[in-house]
């Protein structure tokens, strides 16, 4: 069975906080994708970023690092001196190698950023 | 470009209306997916189509009918919803996986209140 975990629900912070999101996935699959949304208020998932089964090097693009770690099946999000625009929900998704469209999608975590 | 754009924003129907959702994408993608999604909770994978055809069907019932005219649009037809129908439908689109990048592209959705 395919699960995503996302442990925490709702996380506060300040501007120029730095952030993590965690999550952690399940899966018996050899090759499998891991993906990052965030949807704002307006309701829009907007694509972050994709990590491959086969591939963890980790990434740090702008603002936004990513680790991936097979060995604890992990994938975490990072986000550097945060922004009031960060806020949104953020959800961590699991799709199969093997099985056309289908994401599995972690619970979200809402993120809200004060000035 | 990566827009899906989704029509109407908003659609308040009774119980006894027939409505449609429309969603284009010219991205050359020939996957294309419903999504529903409820306050709070994360999207659920409602259909699948793959090259202009049905390729799932996640038990849905038959008050929802999906419908992909071309390659480029996806309608959701609507008829005799309930009350619990109520929520955000999202549709997406991506490349078939195995020819290309397998991340989904969302578009900002229809927020359905039925009445």
């Known amino acids: 069975a395919q699960k995503v975990t996302q442990a925490q629900t709702e996380i506060s912070v300040v501007e120029k906080e730095d952030v993590t999101l965690d999550c952690v996935y399940e899966?018996?699959?050899?090759?499998?994708?891991l993906f990052w949304y965030k949807q704002p208020p307006s309701g829009e998932l907007v694509f972050l970023i994709r990590r491959n089964s086969f591939d963890e090097q980790n990434e740090i693009s702008g603002r936004y690092s990513w680790n991936f770690q097979k060995s604890t099946s992990s994938f975490n999000f990072t986000i550097t001196a945060s922004q009031v625009v960060d806020s949104a929900v953020y959800f961590c998704?699991?799709?199969?190698?093997?099985?056309?469209?289908?994401?599995?999608f972690g619970r979200g975590t809402q993120l809200t950023v004060w000035p | 470009d990566t827009e899906v754009t989704q029509t109407p924003k908003h659609l308040v129907m009774g119980m006894t209306n027939k409505k449609s959702l429309k969603c284009e994408q010219h991205?050359?993608?020939?996957?294309m997916y419903w999504y529903k999604q409820k306050a709070k909770k994360p999207p659920e994978l409602m259909f699948v189509y793959s090259y202009e055809k049905l390729s799932i069907n996640e038990s849905v019932p038959s008050r929802f009918s999906p419908e992909c005219p071309n390659s480029s649009l996806l309608n959701l037809h609507l008829h005799a919803l309930q009350p619990e129908d109520s929520a955000l439908y999202l549709c997406?689109?991506?490349?078939?996986?195995?020819?290309?990048?397998?991340?989904?592209?969302f578009g900002q959705g229809t927020r359905l209140t039925v009445v």
């Open positions: 899966t018996r699959d050899t090759t499998y994708y």
């Open positions: 991205m050359g993608h020939r996957a």
């Open positions: 997406a689109s991506s490349q078939v996986k195995r020819a290309g990048a397998p991340e989904a592209f």
């Open positions: 998704a699991l799709g199969r190698g093997s099985t056309l469209g289908r994401l599995y």
